[in-house]
Nanobody, 126 residues
């Protein structure tokens, strides 16, 4: 199982970025898949995820209305469109995959994930 993220960068507050995660080695569609972020000294936190059980999408409260997670199963690719970025969004962003899917908003729990990419850095300056 391989996950490779891209699309990070340095932007000003209010700008947008789109992250991509290309997955290989597994059937993308039946896993819990999601985006997570981490800053030094803090735990990895769930940002947005798609439940492998029913395809429902979940977001952490602080990104609702600004971030959108989508997947293109035919390409085994996961996206995170981030708009109106804030300096608080600065972090290393990871995509993750988990099998079997736990259901519901559990797909936001980083501790349950089995597979991770290496991350892509997002830096937002004010």
């Amino acid at each position: 199982v391989y996950l490779v993220e891209s699309g990070g960068g340095s932007v000003q507050a209010g700008e947008s970025l789109r992250l991509s995660c290309v997955a290989s080695g597994f059937n993308f569609a039946r896993y819990d898949i999601g985006w997570f972020r981490q800053v030094p000294g803090k735990e990895r936190q769930g940002v947005a995820c798609i439940s492998g059980n029913d395809g429902r999408i979940w977001y952490r409260d602080s990104v609702k209305g600004r971030f959108t997670i989508t997947s293109e199963n035919a390409k085994n690719t996961l996206y995170l469109q981030m708009t109106n970025l804030d300096p608080e969004d600065t972090a290393l962003y990871f995509c993750g995959a988990d099998d079997p899917p736990l259901g519901g908003s559990y797909c936001l729990l980083a501790s349950d994930y089995d597979y991770w990419g290496r991350g892509t850095q997002v830096t937002v300056s004010s």
